[in-house]
């Protein structure tokens, strides 16, 4: 049974850093493309990072401030959030792509506000 377990959301200040991490059990971690995505209140979900063609590619909102990263060894996925602002707010999901099968996490809320 595939699992996808997510942690790490919460609240912080602006200017300051959350670290979110995906663990996927269940199937093969090594063969899975990674995308974060993140869904505001009354607005639709969005890719933040994700690997295209190989390569990570970053929302320009986010881009020099997130750095997405996997650890095969422990088939963990994680995504460092740095100089967090206020429309960063959002729940983050995790997705595992493997072939044209999708597994998502559950969600977890960021929330920037002093």
């Known amino acids: 049974q595939v699992q996808v377990v997510e942690s790490g959301g919460g609240l912080v200040q602006p200017g300051g850093s959350l670290r979110l991490s995906c663990v996927l059990s269940?199937?093969?971690?090594?063969?899975?493309?990674v995308g974060w995505y993140r869904q505001a209140p009354g607005k639709q979900r969005e890719l933040v990072a994700g690997?295209?063609?190989?390569?990570?590619n970053y929302a320009d909102s986010v881009k020099g401030r997130f750095t997405m990263s996997r650890d095969n060894a422990k088939n963990i996925a994680n995504l460092q959030m740095d100089s967090l602002k206020p429309e960063d707010t959002a729940v983050y999901y995790c997705?595992?792509?493997?072939?044209?099968?999708?597994?998502w996490g559950q969600g977890t809320q960021v929330t920037v506000s002093t």
């Open positions: 269940g199937t093969r971690f090594i063969s899975s493309a």
């Open positions: 997705n595992f792509r493997i072939g044209s099968e999708n597994f």
């Open positions: 690997h295209v063609g190989g390569k990570i």
